[in-house]
């Protein structure tokens, strides 16, 4: 996802702190969709969702109908094309992320004992429109049911999604001003995207001690001259470009990397750019003397030319 996707609205400061030792995700949203969704057959209607739903909402459901939920119509329409889907979400996925709790916990402390002076975001589980798997603001972390459910086929991959937005995603709630990192990385929204998801992909696999997607980083590790190669020359392509739409050069060499997920290039993984943005900031990390300090770095996410020419490949 590119960082638009991935950031909502700011939360208000009210949204109090959380323990990692009581961390739960939160789903009394999904727990009242339900309601409505068994109570009308699973056909609700705008009105239904509106007054049982969006209006008694969470800070979750706040943050998640900017471009998402959109509004209850929007939402209706969205149910009834999949209602088999949103069923699936409700008896067979809902269950599971309830069993995560310890794993959850496991990442949120070891976040806490990276990061001690940051405060881990509350984590909302809420059912959307089936176009968004997730987003984050700060203090708040949002899950789309459905949408996880749908790219999960087994209890296994569903749980493997889950470690990563817990990981990936509380990064980006963390991440100081990504937006404001398009003026750090000299403009270009690519570099700008793969050094944020990069960032988020690098702390997650700290702390979880495990690649967020394996088979993407073999891939790239056994490509990564043939990527690099690429890589620059999209950089190139997009630097000052004003029309990023697909089907021009700067939007196709925009979207090689990112916002791909399900639909990559030919022969690519989905999200290159990811696993592209972790290596530029291990290489980087690799010659800091204060790991602490680099870390935070991924953070602010400030002088990000700097961080490339450190961490360009060089093989």
């Known amino acids: 996802m590119i960082a638009a996707l991935l950031l909502a609205l700011a939360a208000p400061d009210t949204v109090p702190p959380v323990d990692p030792l009581t961390a739960t995700v939160e789903t009394s949203d999904v727990d009242r969709f339900a309601a409505i969704f068994d109570a009308a057959s699973g056909v609700p209607t705008a ?72 405060s881990l975001p509350r984590i909302f589980l809420v059912i959307g429109a089936g176009n968004s798997g997730g987003t984050a603001a700060p203090g708040v972390q949002v899950l789309g ?15 493997a999604t889950l470690r990563s937005f817990y990981a990936h995603e ?12 398009l003026a750090a990385a000299n403009g270009n929204v690519l570099l700008q995207n793969v050094l944020v998801e990069g960032a988020a992909d690098f702390i997650a696999t700290l702390v979880t001690g495990r690649q967020i997607d394996p088979e993407r980083a073999a891939w790239g590790i056994a490509n990564e001259r043939m990527l690099w190669t690429r890589f620059d020359a999209d950089l190139a392509l997009v630097q000052g470009s004003g029309d990023l739409s697909r089907g021009k ?40 003397s204060d790991k602490h300090a680099a870390i935070h770095r991924m953070l602010t996410l400030d002088r990000l030319n700097e961080i490339l020419a450190v961490g360009r490949y060089g093989g």
Not at 145 to 159: D, G, N, Q, W
Not at 170 to 181: E, M, R
């Open 145 to 159: 049911l459905e949408v996880l459910c749908r790219i999960s086929e087994t209890p296994e991959a569903l749980r």
């Open 170 to 181: 509380t990064v980006h709630a963390l991440q100081h001003d990504p937006d404001g990192a």
């Open 249 to 288: 050069p700067a939007g196709d060499a925009l979207y090689r990397w990112i916002g791909n997920a399900g639909d990559p290039p030919t022969g690519w993984k989905s999200e290159a750019g990811y696993w592209v943005g972790q290596r530029i900031w291990q290489r980087w990390y690799d010659r800091q």
């Open 47 to 118: 009105a239904d969702l509106q007054r049982g739903y969006l209006d008694p909402g969470s800070e979750g459901v706040r943050v998640f109908t900017p471009d998402r939920i959109e509004s209850a119509a929007h939402l209706a329409k969205a149910v009834a094309a999949d209602r088999a889907g949103y069923e699936r979400a409700l008896r067979v996925c809902l269950p599971i992320v309830r069993e995560t709790q310890g794993e959850l916990r496991a990442t949120y402390l070891a976040l806490h004992g990276l990061l001690p002076d940051q």
